[in-house]
């Protein structure tokens, strides 16, 4: 292996620290003060960087929401998927279920920043950048679904239980 790939695999990692911690800092930011009242200056200072240290990385506040966004959606959607592969009796639904909900929870009540930050600036986001998202959320949403429907037409859930899509 040549130095200057050895400095440049030490530079990549630096980036990817530096960006890993401009992301948590702007998830905590949004999750306690919300979107709008948190700017880049105070993510920087926050993070302990210039501003414009921040465009660096992001090219503006709207594509640090939509990487935060992304990764506490892929967070929770792939503990749940993982938690349901991992269900040995693939019919056995009411372990499935079980293992879903236990892992949607982990997440949510985990303390991940990721996931507290989208629960907190949904409500706020614009429709533009809701939309972005929509496809992702959709994908999680009809995991759900899938996995009721499935036990409902095994007997497992009530009959008169309706399942309703989760996410338009």
Known sequence: MKISQVQSGSADSKLQRTRERILKTA??????????????????????????????????KDDL?????????????????????????????????AAAVHAHLSVLLGGSEFISANIRVHSQLPESVRKRHRP?????????????DDALRAGVLRGDVEIVPLCQ
């Open 65 to 97: 929401l939509d990487a935060i966004l992304d990764r506490g959606l892929r967070e929770v959607h792939d503990a749940v998927r993982q938690a349901l592969a991992a269900v040995a009796d693939e019919n056995d639904h009411r372990a499935k279920i």
């Open 27 to 60: 998830a905590g930011l949004f999750r306690d003060k919300g979107y709008a009242a948190s700017t880049i200056r105070n993510i920087a200072a926050a993070a302990d960087m210039k501003a414009g240290s921040v465009y660096y990385h992001f090219a503006s």
């Open 136 to 148: 992702l959320r959709r994908a999680y949403a009809q995991l759900w679904e899938a996995m009721l």
